[in-house]
């Protein structure tokens, strides 16, 4: 199994609800990441967690918390977002470094948001 | 990481060979050459990496000149199915992916 599966597909929210995407993956990989992606723009880096601890904040607003609670899965918790927060929403996984394969991060559809 | 820089778009006729540059004149020895690609509404996806040696796995062959700064990922056959963003990469063994502006591949048939 190569997949990294993400819920929800697409999501639409006000500016004053909580929500949350999910990720998940069952290759054993012990490093995950989130990337956001505006329209027509390379995927931009947010956080990375290696061996479910966080490890990598790009200096991304609190409005966005992310939480691993195990080694299969990856949250990011959405609070009191802006309409420019609209974006799609990338999980991947890798192999933790040191591996042999840790070369390859395998990427999910990710979750299409919307902030109105 | 190092820069890299490639052309925003190119056109390759299906069955034909689609031979996409990347310069990366200010690589480090330790650096990677990674190519990953992105079709429409999809996520990215790993396509092949090197070091200094050429590659070849299933999907593409890596072309790395002896310098290292520059490269030439090449899809033998491109198909329709190949329409998509080309990512050349180059970081660290281990680093997380930084992904610059591709090169748009449009197959046509």
């Known amino acids: 199994d190569t997949e990294v599966t993400q819920t929800p597909k697409h999501l639409v929210m006000g500016m004053t609800n909580k929500k949350s995407l999910k990720c998940e993956q069952h290759?054993?990989?012990?490093?995950m990441y989130w990337y956001k992606q505006k329209a027509k723009k390379p995927p931009e880096l947010m956080f990375v967690?290696?061996?479910?601890?966080?490890?990598i904040n790009e200096s991304v607003p609190s409005r966005f918390s992310p939480e691993c609670p195990n080694s299969s899965l990856l949250n990011l918790h959405l609070h009191a977002l802006q309409p420019e927060d609209s974006a799609l929403y990338l999980c991947?996984?890798?192999?933790?470094?040191?591996?042999?394969?840790?070369?390859?991060?395998?990427f999910g559809p990710g979750t299409r948001l919307t902030v109105t | 990481d190092a820069k890299t820089t490639q052309p925003p778009s190119m056109d390759c006729a299906e069955g034909r060979a689609a031979n996409l540059p990347c310069n990366h004149s200010?690589?480090?020895?330790?650096?990677?050459v990674y190519w990953y690609r992105q079709i429409h509404s999809q996520g990215p996806q790993y396509i092949i990496h090197?070091?200094?040696n050429n590659e070849t796995n299933e999907m593409a062959s890596l072309i790395i000149t002896e310098d290292r700064k520059s490269s030439t990922l090449i899809l033998p056959h491109a198909t329709l199915r190949d329409t998509a963003v080309y990512y050349c990469?180059?970081?660290?063994?281990?680093?997380?992916?930084?992904f610059g502006k591709g090169t748009r591949l449009s197959v046509i048939a």
């Open positions: 991947a996984s890798s192999q933790a470094p040191g591996s042999p394969k840790m070369y390859e991060q395998y």
């Open positions: 290759m054993g990989h012990r490093a």
């Open positions: 967690y290696s061996y479910e601890k966080l490890s």
């Open positions: 200010t690589i480090s020895g330790n650096e990677y």
């Open positions: 090197g070091l200094k």
């Open positions: 990469i180059v970081r660290v063994l281990g680093t997380p992916l930084v």
